[in-house]
């Protein structure tokens, strides 16, 4: 790791411009999906209903429902701390997980591109390290963006 992914908490330091139409949804979840930083261009949206509509599909873009089932139904203990050589990750407590911390499983094998997709992107839990952060547990439902700002305003 270095000072960018450190600060960042992502695998790669690759943080793509913000710039206009090319750093559309799906630029911006493959660049994540991808261990990078991605960044939606919302500088010059107009209308909030389009930066909705962005933001949106950038949700659908990035983790499977299960996935983000997972971490929602997750135990406040349901994560543990896998070592991955030049950085550790919390992750969701499964049986690879479980492997990976006492040694008896690889772990490239559950960190590798097909397993990365196989579980964030398909939903096959068991498939490789689900990320989720101290977190889990404390999630009770996934916000809209909008529910979270009406939130905020009304106090």
Same mark, same amino acid.
């Given at each position: 790791m270095n000072a960018v992914t450190d600060m !960042? #908490?992502? #695998?790669h330091p690759i943080i793509p411009s913000a710039m206009g139409v090319?750093?559309? =949804? +799906? !630029?911006v979840a493959a660049v994540s999906e991808a261990g990078g930083y991605g960044?939606?261009?919302t500088a010059f949206v107009q209308d909030v209903d389009v930066l909705r509509g962005q933001i949106q599909e950038t949700k659908k &873009? @990035? *983790? %499977? =429902? %299960?996935?983000?089932?997972?971490?929602? +139904?997750a135990q406040e203990t349901g994560t543990g701390l896998v070592d991955l050589g030049r950085f550790r990750i919390r992750a969701l407590q @499964?049986? &690879?997980v479980e492997g990976m911390i006492q040694g008896t499983k690889d772990t490239d094998k559950g960190f590798s591109g097909q397993a990365v997709e196989a579980s964030w992107l398909n939903g096959e839990l068991a498939a490789g390290v689900l990320p989720a952060? +101290?977190?889990? *547990? &404390?999630?009770s439902s996934v916000a809209t963006v909008r529910e !979270?700002? %009406? +939130?905020?305003?009304?106090g």
């Open positions: !960042l #908490r992502c #695998r090319i750093c559309n =949804p +799906e !630029l960044l939606l261009a &873009l @990035t *983790g %499977n =429902p %299960n996935y983000k089932d997972a971490i929602v +139904e @499964t049986k &690879l952060g +101290e977190v889990s *547990g &404390l999630i !979270l700002i %009406n +939130e905020m305003v009304s």
